[in-house]
């Protein structure tokens, strides 16, 4: 087997793991250096997920699937770990079946919200830390990423940067956390809910985790997010903390998009923007209006 995405170490690991296995389906994006192989070996199939040099991902993942991942790779919601190599940035995962929840009709079912609440519960309930430099590390980052090109307008550039220079750093609980929690990253298999792609996972606030889903099926369908937070069993968002969140999680998204010349992604993180600023708005400063239905929901919890 050849893959011209691979390199030469990762290449000789894998045949020595899996000898004579075949290629099935390569799942990579192709928007980053992250490959993604289906494969073959003695009848089963394996995920293989590999790093290129500026890869930061596997790591992440693997922290997971050595700390985080136990109860649901028990209960068969996540894949299991059979063979990894930090240095060469290498996974192997046994082949979770399933179909994509994102475009299945699943995406708009309350029922498939309700689990991936209980999923969610689940991993964030496996450890807390309390971390002071949480909220600064975010405040750096916003700010660093509006030093990147970008397409933000001017003027709505220089109004974040205000904002956010103007942010408290206050202490924060951190969780294991997905970090990309949303229905590309589930699949459904005979109407149960599983989870994969743990390159983002990390230790950080447990609302973070909603952040991806508040800017889409939540916006879309409220029915869902109550079903949500029915499995979740509470709602893990502080008001000031999220409005930071969000504005801190839309100035990545539309850089980043624009990085890797995601257009759709991109518009949806000018959107986001222009949502979180509306939330931003102190009381007296402009219209109540822009506020987003989920911030103003967060508030009265």
Sequence with gaps: MTVAS???????LLAEWLPGAHLVHDHSWGLVGTTVLQLQWRGEHYIAKAGDACDHHIAREL???????????????????????????????????????QGHPAEY??????????????????????????????????????DLPHAIP??????????????????????????????????????????????????????????????QQFSVRPELER???????DDPREPAAWQRQLLAEAVGTAIWAHQVGDELFEQQGHRMIQQALGAATPRGEGS????????????IR
């Design 6 to 12: 691979l390199t030469a170490v990762q290449s000789a």
């Design 154 to 215: 001017a003027t709505v550039e220089e109004r974040i940067r205000r904002i956010v220079a103007a942010w408290p750093t206050p202490s924060s609980r951190c969780v294991p956390t997905h970090g990309d929690w949303q229905p590309r990253n589930w699949l459904v298999d005979n109407g149960v809910i599983k989870v994969i792609d743990l390159g983002r996972a990390d230790l950080r606030p447990a609302s973070t985790d909603l952040l991806r889903l508040a800017a």
């Design 63 to 101: 922290r997971a699937h050595r700390e985080w991942l136990g109860p649901w790779v028990r209960s068969g919601r996540a894949p299991h770990l059979v063979h990894a190599d930090a240095d060469a940035k290498l996974l192997v995962t046994v082949y979770l079946p399933g179909q994509l929840v």
């Design 288 to 299: 109540s209006c822009g506020r987003s239905v989920l911030f103003r929901r967060s508030l």
């Design 109 to 146: 079912t309350p029922d498939t919200y309700r689990q991936a609440g209980r999923l969610l519960a689940q991993l964030h309930g496996q450890a807390a830390v309390e971390d002071n430099s949480f909220e600064a590390r975010q405040q750096r980052k916003v700010l660093a990423c509006l």
């Design 227 to 233: 079903a949500f937070l029915d499995g979740y069993g």
